[in-house]
Protein backbone atom coordinates (compact mmCIF):
# COMPACT_ATOMS: atom_id res chain seq x y z
CA UNK A 1 0.00 0.00 0.00
CA UNK A 2 1.57 3.53 -0.77
CA UNK A 3 2.60 5.24 1.79
CA UNK A 4 1.14 8.67 0.76
CA UNK A 5 -2.67 9.35 1.43
CA UNK A 6 -4.95 9.60 -1.43
CA UNK A 7 -5.78 12.97 -3.24
CA UNK A 8 -8.23 15.24 -0.42
CA UNK A 9 -7.73 12.93 2.64
CA UNK A 10 -5.40 13.73 5.15
CA UNK A 11 -3.20 10.42 6.93
CA UNK A 12 -4.32 10.36 10.21
CA UNK A 13 -1.35 10.57 12.87
CA UNK A 14 -1.42 8.59 16.20
CA UNK A 15 -2.72 11.65 17.80
CA UNK A 16 -5.95 11.72 16.07
CA UNK A 17 -6.23 8.18 16.33
CA UNK A 18 -5.97 8.36 20.10
CA UNK A 19 -8.32 10.89 20.26
CA UNK A 20 -11.04 8.99 17.73
CA UNK A 21 -11.30 6.16 20.31
CA UNK A 22 -11.77 8.50 23.34
CA UNK A 23 -14.61 9.73 22.09
CA UNK A 24 -15.71 6.01 20.85
CA UNK A 25 -15.65 4.86 24.34
CA UNK A 26 -17.27 7.73 25.86
CA UNK A 27 -20.02 7.44 23.92
CA UNK A 28 -20.40 3.89 24.66
CA UNK A 29 -20.82 4.44 28.37
CA UNK A 30 -23.46 7.33 28.07
CA UNK A 31 -25.55 5.11 26.18
CA UNK A 32 -25.13 1.77 28.44
CA UNK A 33 -28.04 0.45 30.42
CA UNK A 34 -28.24 -1.83 33.37
CA UNK A 35 -31.04 -3.43 35.10
CA UNK A 36 -31.28 -3.79 38.67
CA UNK A 37 -33.42 -6.66 39.85
CA UNK A 38 -35.58 -5.89 43.33
CA UNK A 39 -36.54 -8.26 46.27
CA UNK A 40 -39.18 -10.80 45.10
CA UNK A 41 -42.20 -8.17 44.48
CA UNK A 42 -40.63 -6.12 41.59
CA UNK A 43 -37.90 -4.87 39.62
CA UNK A 44 -36.41 -1.53 38.73
CA UNK A 45 -34.93 -0.87 35.58
CA UNK A 46 -32.62 2.26 35.72
CA UNK A 47 -30.80 4.22 33.49
CA UNK A 48 -27.07 4.56 34.45
CA UNK A 49 -25.29 7.79 32.64
CA UNK A 50 -21.69 8.26 32.91
CA UNK A 51 -19.92 11.29 32.87
CA UNK A 52 -17.91 12.02 29.55
CA UNK A 53 -14.28 11.67 30.20
CA UNK A 54 -12.00 13.42 28.84
CA UNK A 55 -8.74 11.93 27.04
CA UNK A 56 -6.34 14.60 26.73
CA UNK A 57 -3.13 14.23 25.46
CA UNK A 58 0.44 16.06 25.42
CA UNK A 59 0.96 16.07 22.04
CA UNK A 60 -3.08 17.89 21.26
CA UNK A 61 -2.73 20.36 24.53
CA UNK A 62 1.36 21.47 22.90
CA UNK A 63 -0.55 22.05 19.23
CA UNK A 64 -3.02 24.16 20.88
CA UNK A 65 -0.60 25.94 23.03
CA UNK A 66 1.77 26.13 19.46
CA UNK A 67 -1.20 27.66 17.70
CA UNK A 68 -1.99 30.28 20.37
CA UNK A 69 1.54 31.08 20.26
CA UNK A 70 1.95 31.39 16.79
CA UNK A 71 -1.58 33.85 16.98
CA UNK A 72 -0.19 36.05 19.62
CA UNK A 73 2.91 36.39 17.68
CA UNK A 74 1.58 37.82 14.71
CA UNK A 75 -0.35 40.39 16.56
CA UNK A 76 2.53 41.53 18.28
CA UNK A 77 4.18 41.21 15.30
CA UNK A 78 1.74 43.64 13.54
CA UNK A 79 1.25 45.73 16.37
CA UNK A 80 4.91 46.61 16.46
CA UNK A 81 4.98 46.98 12.26
CA UNK A 82 2.19 49.66 12.36
CA UNK A 83 3.71 51.22 15.31
CA UNK A 84 7.47 50.99 13.32
CA UNK A 85 5.25 52.65 10.14
CA UNK A 86 3.48 55.23 12.52
CA UNK A 87 6.96 56.72 13.22
CA UNK A 88 8.30 56.69 10.12
CA UNK A 89 5.20 58.43 9.05
CA UNK A 90 5.59 60.90 11.93
CA UNK A 91 9.32 61.24 10.77
CA UNK A 92 8.67 61.81 7.23
CA UNK A 93 6.23 64.83 8.60
CA UNK A 94 8.35 66.67 11.18
CA UNK A 95 11.14 66.48 8.55
CA UNK A 96 9.25 68.05 6.02
CA UNK A 97 7.71 70.70 8.48
CA UNK A 98 11.30 70.92 9.42
CA UNK A 99 12.40 71.48 5.88
CA UNK A 100 8.95 73.96 5.07
CA UNK A 101 9.86 75.87 8.55
CA UNK A 102 13.95 76.32 7.34
CA UNK A 103 12.78 77.09 3.95
CA UNK A 104 10.58 80.21 5.45
CA UNK A 105 13.38 81.02 7.82
CA UNK A 106 15.78 81.24 4.83
CA UNK A 107 13.69 83.02 2.77
CA UNK A 108 12.85 85.72 5.84
CA UNK A 109 16.79 86.19 6.13
CA UNK A 110 17.63 86.51 2.42
CA UNK A 111 14.74 89.53 2.80
CA UNK A 112 15.85 90.68 5.39
CA UNK A 113 19.30 90.85 4.35
CA UNK A 114 17.84 92.26 0.82
CA UNK A 115 16.59 95.01 2.61
CA UNK A 116 18.95 96.04 4.57
CA UNK A 117 21.50 95.82 1.80
CA UNK A 118 18.72 98.04 0.26
CA UNK A 119 18.64 100.26 2.53
CA UNK A 120 22.38 100.32 3.48
CA UNK A 121 22.96 101.35 -0.45
CA UNK A 122 20.19 104.15 -0.37
CA UNK A 123 21.86 105.66 2.93
CA UNK A 124 25.45 105.82 1.61
CA UNK A 125 23.82 107.49 -2.01
CA UNK A 126 22.24 109.72 -0.18
CA UNK A 127 25.66 110.38 1.90
CA UNK A 128 27.65 110.47 -0.90
CA UNK A 129 25.25 113.08 -2.98
CA UNK A 130 25.13 115.44 0.25
CA UNK A 131 29.04 114.96 0.53
CA UNK A 132 29.42 115.50 -3.08
CA UNK A 133 27.00 118.93 -2.65
CA UNK A 134 28.64 120.12 0.24
CA UNK A 135 31.70 119.80 -1.40
CA UNK A 136 30.80 121.47 -4.71
CA UNK A 137 29.51 124.17 -1.99
CA UNK A 138 32.76 124.41 -0.77
CA UNK A 139 34.36 124.58 -3.62
CA UNK A 140 32.11 127.04 -5.24
CA UNK A 141 32.37 129.30 -1.77
CA UNK A 142 36.68 129.43 -2.67
CA UNK A 143 36.12 130.17 -5.83
CA UNK A 144 33.81 132.77 -5.53
CA UNK A 145 35.62 135.93 -5.36
CA UNK A 146 35.61 138.43 -1.91
CA UNK A 147 34.70 141.90 -3.31
CA UNK A 148 35.97 145.25 -1.71
CA UNK A 149 33.24 147.45 -0.52
CA UNK A 150 34.82 150.41 -2.66
CA UNK A 151 34.56 151.48 -6.38
CA UNK A 152 36.63 149.22 -7.75
CA UNK A 153 34.99 146.24 -5.97
CA UNK A 154 31.24 147.74 -6.45
CA UNK A 155 33.06 147.70 -10.58
CA UNK A 156 34.47 144.18 -10.58
CA UNK A 157 31.47 142.71 -8.93
CA UNK A 158 28.93 144.47 -11.14
CA UNK A 159 31.17 143.04 -14.53
CA UNK A 160 30.75 139.29 -13.11
CA UNK A 161 26.94 139.76 -12.69
CA UNK A 162 26.99 141.03 -16.35
CA UNK A 163 28.93 138.48 -18.17
CA UNK A 164 26.81 135.80 -16.14
CA UNK A 165 23.88 138.01 -17.57
CA UNK A 166 25.32 139.05 -21.04
CA UNK A 167 25.47 142.24 -20.70
CA UNK A 168 28.72 143.65 -22.56
CA UNK A 169 30.60 146.48 -20.76
CA UNK A 170 34.40 146.78 -19.35
CA UNK A 171 35.91 148.42 -16.12
CA UNK A 172 37.42 151.04 -18.00
CA UNK A 173 34.06 151.64 -19.57
CA UNK A 174 31.94 151.52 -16.28
CA UNK A 175 34.76 153.37 -14.54
CA UNK A 176 34.74 156.44 -16.78
CA UNK A 177 30.81 156.93 -16.78
CA UNK A 178 30.72 156.85 -13.01
CA UNK A 179 33.35 158.87 -12.64
CA UNK A 180 31.59 161.37 -14.80
CA UNK A 181 28.15 161.12 -13.37
CA UNK A 182 28.73 160.87 -9.55
CA UNK A 183 32.54 161.06 -9.04
CA UNK A 184 32.18 157.84 -7.15
CA UNK A 185 29.49 158.56 -4.71
CA UNK A 186 26.85 155.58 -4.17
CA UNK A 187 24.31 158.24 -2.33
CA UNK A 188 24.74 161.08 -5.24
CA UNK A 189 21.32 162.71 -6.38
CA UNK A 190 20.66 165.03 -8.95
CA UNK A 191 18.15 168.00 -7.69
CA UNK A 192 17.82 170.55 -10.55
CA UNK A 193 18.15 168.92 -14.30
CA UNK A 194 15.15 168.11 -16.03
CA UNK A 195 14.26 164.46 -14.16
CA UNK A 196 14.34 165.83 -10.91
CA UNK A 197 12.01 168.47 -12.47
CA UNK A 198 9.60 165.78 -13.47
CA UNK A 199 9.95 164.24 -10.47
CA UNK A 200 12.18 161.74 -10.73
CA UNK A 201 15.70 162.77 -10.11
CA UNK A 202 18.68 161.16 -11.07
CA UNK A 203 20.11 158.79 -8.51
CA UNK A 204 23.51 156.29 -7.63
CA UNK A 205 26.86 156.06 -9.20
CA UNK A 206 25.40 156.15 -12.90
CA UNK A 207 23.18 158.31 -12.32
CA UNK A 208 20.01 156.54 -12.97
CA UNK A 209 16.33 157.44 -12.21
CA UNK A 210 13.47 155.20 -10.98
CA UNK A 211 11.51 154.47 -14.00
CA UNK A 212 14.45 153.21 -15.57
CA UNK A 213 16.26 151.46 -13.27
CA UNK A 214 13.40 149.34 -12.13
CA UNK A 215 12.75 148.41 -16.32
CA UNK A 216 16.23 147.16 -16.55
CA UNK A 217 16.98 146.03 -13.10
CA UNK A 218 19.12 142.52 -12.99
CA UNK A 219 17.55 139.80 -11.06
CA UNK A 220 19.50 138.71 -8.10
CA UNK A 221 20.68 142.37 -7.43
CA UNK A 222 18.98 144.51 -4.95
CA UNK A 223 15.81 146.20 -5.45
CA UNK A 224 17.51 149.23 -3.71
CA UNK A 225 18.46 151.86 -6.50
CA UNK A 226 21.20 153.21 -4.10
CA UNK A 227 23.12 149.92 -4.05
CA UNK A 228 26.21 150.14 -5.93
CA UNK A 229 26.04 146.87 -7.98
CA UNK A 230 22.08 146.82 -8.82
CA UNK A 231 23.13 150.87 -9.74
CA UNK A 232 25.61 149.79 -11.72
CA UNK A 233 24.26 146.63 -13.57
CA UNK A 234 20.88 148.68 -13.96
CA UNK A 235 22.53 151.26 -16.17
CA UNK A 236 24.90 149.01 -18.32
CA UNK A 237 21.39 146.89 -19.10
CA UNK A 238 20.09 150.11 -20.43
CA UNK A 239 23.17 151.27 -22.35
CA UNK A 240 23.61 147.88 -23.91
CA UNK A 241 19.80 148.13 -24.91
CA UNK A 242 19.81 152.06 -26.36
CA UNK A 243 23.40 152.13 -26.96
CA UNK A 244 25.09 148.47 -27.43
CA UNK A 245 27.20 148.64 -24.86
CA UNK A 246 28.21 151.20 -21.70
CA UNK A 247 31.01 151.45 -23.62
CA UNK A 248 30.35 153.61 -25.73
CA UNK A 249 28.44 155.91 -23.64
CA UNK A 250 30.61 159.69 -23.72
CA UNK A 251 27.82 161.67 -22.13
CA UNK A 252 24.83 162.16 -20.29
CA UNK A 253 22.71 159.49 -21.68
Same mark, same amino acid.
Given at each position: ? !????? !? ?8 ? &? ?10 ? #???? @? ?5 ? /???? !???? @? ?16 ? /????? @????? $? *???? &? ?5 ? &??? #? ?5 ? &? ?19 ? *? ?6 ? +???? =? ?8 ? +?? =????? *? ?77 ? /?? @? *? ?7 ? $? ?14
Amino acid at each position: M !SKHAP !SGHSRLTRTH &KFSMAGVAALGA #AALA @VTLVPGH /DTQA !SAET @VSAAPVAFPTAAGTQQVK /DVHDS @VTGQQ $A *AASE &KAKQAAA &KLK #AQQDAKA &KEEAQKKADAEARAKADAAAK *AKAEADAK +AKRE =REAREAASRA +AA =RKPVY *ANNLDGWIKQSLDIMKSKGIPGTYNGLYSNIMRESTGNPNAMNGWDINAQNGTPSIGLLQVIQPTFNAYHVDGTSTNIY /DP @V *ANITAAANY $AADKYGSIDNVNSAY
